[in-house]
């Protein structure tokens, strides 16, 4: 059973929010009609009381957490060497349009996802799960993958070597990776190559209204190369920020990390 927190807050708003207006329509005023003026009214229902001090909380974390941004933790390595095991981060909710809350459906249009943006989305095949990869491929484009190399629309994207990767905490299995530069557009970033370890390779289509993905740990990603196309509908946002890093294997935070802007 999926623990869907966005529907169960808004349960809590609803549910808080209802007590406190009954409460104040029908029952506070008769509770206190007939005592003296001179006594103080008589204190409200514990019930009532905690509904209205939880109703305004759970409303402003449920217009943050829908609306403006939600936090997320990464929990594997197929976007290091960008992302690292560890990283909390922050994501842009009205990026790409303003959305109804658990219903997810786009009620005000802002922008749409450009090459290059890294974005958290509803995995197409579990939409129970969380996913966060870089958009490579927008829709009608032709994406090529071959020789650890993407093509877009026939053109190679240009990479330049950077030498081997020193990994550490959790990532520490990924030294000795080849790290390069990636000019995607107007994005540069950095990627994760397994020199000896092959690669899914083909050509795909973009249909209307998808996306194609990538990991930027390119030999350790589950991405649109195995399971196909995001549709926009699954999109949750863009991140941002990197707002916290704990990596158990690296003893704790590492405080280099935090307020590091997402590329």
Not at 146 to 169: A, F, M, R
């Amino acid at each position: 059973m999926r623990f869907d927190f966005s529907a169960i807050l808004l349960l809590a708003v609803v549910v808080t929010g209802l007590i406190w207006l009954i409460d104040k329509l029908f029952f506070a005023t008769k509770r206190n009609a007939d005592l003296p003026e001179s006594e103080e009214e008589i204190e409200d229902p514990v019930l009532v009381d905690w509904s209205k001090s939880l109703f305004p909380i759970f409303l402003v974390v449920l217009v943050l957490r829908s609306f403006i941004m939600e936090p997320f933790r990464i929990p594997s390595g197929s976007m290091m060497p960008t992302l690292l095991v560890g990283d909390f981060i922050l994501v842009n909710k009205y990026a790409y349009g303003v959305k109804f809350p658990v219903l997810n459906k786009t009620f005000i249009e802002v922008g749409k996802p450009k090459r290059g943006d890294v974005v958290v989305f509803r995995y197409p095949k579990d939409m129970s799960l969380d996913y966060i990869k870089r958009v490579i491929g927008e829709p009608g484009d032709k994406i090529g993958y071959y020789n650890k190399v993407i093509y877009v629309n026939g053109e190679p994207v240009p990479q330049d070597d950077k030498g081997e990767y020193l990994g550490v905490g959790a990532g520490v299995r990924m030294t000795g990776a080849s790290l390069r530069h990636e000019q995607l557009e107007n994005a540069p970033h950095q990627i994760l190559v397994d020199i000896g370890r092959p690669s899914m390779q083909g050509e795909y289509i973009v249909p209307e209204g998808h996306y194609f993905v990538m990991g930027d740990n390119r030999d350790f990603s589950n991405d649109s190369r195995f399971w196909g196309m995001v549709p926009e509908a699954n999109l949750v946002g863009k991140a941002f920020l990197v707002w916290m890093n704990w990596d158990t294997a690296n003893g704790g935070p590492s405080w280099g990390r935090i307020g590091g802007a997402i590329k």
